[in-house]
């Protein structure tokens, strides 16, 4: 996916992989996975989970070495959530570059 990459279309990628990741989960989820949705609290994603979303978003977007710091990190200190809306900006911000 190259530069020209809308916020629709990167929301509806970010959405297939989380579905694809977590489709297997035994989990129940109030509402369908969008922009609000926090991976910690609402996906209960672990950090190895973090990790293979990470992956994940640079092969389907064919990216590497994104600064996922900056998605990861605030303050030199780990973030305590991440929300789909967080990742659609960062990667709004990057994949243009």
């Known amino acids: 996916m190259a530069a020209g990459t809308t916020r629709e279309k990167i929301l509806e990628n970010l959405v297939q992989i989380l579905e694809d990741m977590t489709a297997d989960w035994d989990m ?22 973090v990790v293979q979303f990470i992956v994940a978003i ?4 064919q990216r590497r070495g994104m600064p996922f710091e900056e ?3 605030e303050d030199g200190r780990y973030v305590d959530e991440i929300t ?14």
């Open 58 to 61: 640079e092969e389907r977007f």
């Open 71 to 73: 998605l990861l990190m």
């Open 84 to 97: 789909v809306r967080d990742t659609v900006d960062f990667l709004d911000r990057h994949l243009g570059q």
């Open 28 to 49: 129940e989820l109030d509402d369908p996975i969008g922009e609000a949705t926090r991976l910690m609290a609402d996906l209960e994603f672990e950090s190895i989970d």
